[in-house]
Nanobody
Framework: QVQLVESGGGLVQAGDSLRLSCAASRLTFSSYVMGWFRQAPGKEREFIAA????????YYTDSVKGRFTISRNNAKNTVYLQMNSLKPEDTAVYYC?????????????????WGQGTQVTVSS
């Protein structure tokens, strides 16, 4: 059974940084586009970032451009989300997800595998 396991969340202050990791197992990692989503209390899950199979292309939602960086290490079956200059509005549960095709990246229903999520809380 495919597993995606996120880690690295926590409680930080505004302006701090965090790096999230998502370790994948039981799938051919390099064959999957990887994405990060987040869901704040009372809000819908939203797309944050995605990265192509080899890492050559990355995509971000406007609210995190210039602050967040997605990367991957296919040898370690891991995708990362480096988050800098964190703001209270970044508080959410962060999920990684996997899909085969580099289309519909913003649509969560197009992803086939999901992690359990990791909580990020940013205090002001």
């Amino acid at each position: 059974q495919v597993q995606l396991v996120e880690s690295g969340g926590g409680l930080v202050q505004a302006g701090d940084s965090l790096r999230l990791s998502c370790a994948a197992s039981r799938l051919t990692f390099s064959s999957y586009v990887m994405g990060w989503f987040r869901q704040a209390p009372g809000k819908e899950r939203e797309f944050i970032a995605a990265i192509s199979w080899g890492g050559g292309s990355t995509y971000y939602t406007d609210s995190v451009k210039g602050r967040f960086t997605i990367s991957r290490n296919n040898a370690k079956n891991t995708v990362y989300l480096q988050m800098n200059s964190l703001k209270p509005e970044d508080t959410a549960v962060y999920y990684c997800a996997a899909k085969l095709e580099l289309i519909n990246l913003y649509r969560d229903s197009s992803y086939v595998y999901w992690g359990q999520g990791t909580q990020v809380t940013v205090s002001s």
